[in-house]
């Protein structure tokens, strides 16, 4: 059990609000000592894993200098400038069009993006220039942002297993091959369809109700939160 000890640790790095990065490099290392190995044996695990991994790693390390330098310029107000002229536009609607979005090509298997490179630097700025004053509010900022982040692993998670040529659906097939179930692609993206439908009705039901609590807001951000 002892060699569990690391899941301790990202549970208390969570806790205490660590880096998620730094909690998880320690509780790898918690684990590699557990389970007898030396520092130096663990470090060199960390960096085999990262050469054999990395075109997977390196554009997401590449991603965050990347993004850095377009906020710099201006990315975020240019966002929230552009969303901002539109009359009809609501938070909630703009995260409604980015859950659609993102389950549509995920469905394909097109990335356009992920927390880092899409949700904060431009989904995020979008749907906050849409809520308007109500952003004054630090509360109602963090239950918006929090939406803009769901709004990513709902679109992304749920439509992903629709279209057979996609890798999850192939994986699930593995799965169940395994563990000897006979399962057809066509039957696990004929039930991938249906989840994926609810999952945008649910989230519309959400994003409705975000746009209610924000519109109780007051304009000097103090009250009005049910």
Known sequence: MIKLAGILVIGLGFLLRWNPLLAVMLAGIVTGLAAGMSLAEVLRLFGRYFVDNRFITLPIVLMIPLVAVLEKHGLRECAAGIIGRLRNATAGRVLLGYHVLRGATSMVGLGIGNHA??????????????????????????????????????????????????????????????????????????????????????????????????????????GGRP
Do not use: C
Request: hydrophobic letters at 60%; charged letters at 15%; proline letters at 7%.
């Open 117 to 222: 490179s899409m949700v904060r630097p431009i989904v995020v700025p979008m749907a906050e220039g849409a809520a308007g004053p109500a952003m004054r509010d630090p509360a109602a900022r963090a239950d918006l942002r929090a939406h803009a982040a769901a709004a990513e692993n709902l679109g992304n998670f749920f439509a992903d297993d629709i279209i057979v040529a996609v890798g999850p659906v192939l994986l699930i097939k593995g799965f169940f091959d395994a563990a000897g179930v006979a399962v057809g692609v066509w039957s696990i993206a004929l039930w991938g369809a249906p989840t994926a439908a609810f999952v945008v009705l649910a989230g519309w039901w959400r994003y409705a109700r975000l746009d209610r609590r924000l519109a109780q807001v007051t304009p000097a951000g103090t």
